[in-house]
């Protein structure tokens, strides 16, 4: 088969899609025959050299994909050759044919094509369960999210508007911010101009928010604490404001708040497993009904991988950057084998 791979570490141009051994769908698992994948932002680290693959995961990157399964490993039952699936990954996505675990794979949800389903696992499985199944956020509460037009973001916003909270979203354009008002954020607060710490005590008489997810990590750490209520919940998944920063332990205890750290990637697959079955169980009959979906800014073929990092990397997009990595398919979406 052909894949991404990344000779060295550097830029996007060193993205390359060249020959590599076919994968094998061992005890458990199902190959799928790949018809898209997305761009994350763990990619691009990885492509820098930062964030390499866990043990035993594909060396390429691609934390999801969508396709067709080609294969069944032992012991799986629940799927068959030819179903048309999309999956959470722990890398490998960026590639023809894939291996995964029998438990990272789901169903395509009715009403979205093949391609499209490539933007939803990973933002789905993240949002689900750190905003839900840890922070167990509760209608009537109240959500800031950090970059509200990113994937997560744009996810984030539709699910817990749904849920019955008010939201609030960071953005840094005025098209950003108006997609995120669009998509159900009750408070758009640019974070080039605006102090987001003192936005959310006004919109909120003083009190603050009571969940916050946060994709920068170091940089905003004492003003998410700042900005939370009492028994508020901090839910830390990325670093991009960089890893270490001091925390006034006094200002958590009086608040009864919490910070929360977490990563999806690296989680053994039975923990991934629960969250699969969770967003299939939750958040999947919501894409059907229309209430959520994915937010595609554009599809890229899989050679153009390294246009595809370059807009991410600029945050030129708004929700997800897909790549195409099959044309064998047709108007619905449906691979032609």
Known sequence: MRAITIPQPGGPEVLTWTEVPDPVPGPGEVLIDVVATAVNRADIIQRQGFYPPPPGAPPYPGLECSGVVSAVGDGVTEWRVGDEVCALLAGGGYAEKV???????????????LVE???LPEVACTVWSNVFMLADIQAGESFLVHGGASGIGTMAIQLVKRHGCQVFATAGSPAKLERCRKLGADVAINYRDEDFVERVKAETGGRGVDVILDNMGAKYLMRNVEALARGGRLMVIGLQGGRKAELDLNKLLTKCASVNGTTLRGRPTDEKATIVASVVEHVWPLVEAGEIGPVVDRVLPITEAAEAHRV??????VGKVLLRVREAWNDAGRLVR
């Not at 291996?99 to 094509?113: E, F, H, K, S």
């Not at 991410?312 to 997009?317: C, G, L, R, T, Y």
């Open 99 to 113: 291996a995964v675990p029998a438990g990272q794979v789901l169903p395509v949800p009715r009403g979205l094509d």
């Open 117 to 119: 389903a490539a933007a």
């Open 312 to 317: 991410v990397e600029a945050s030129e997009h």
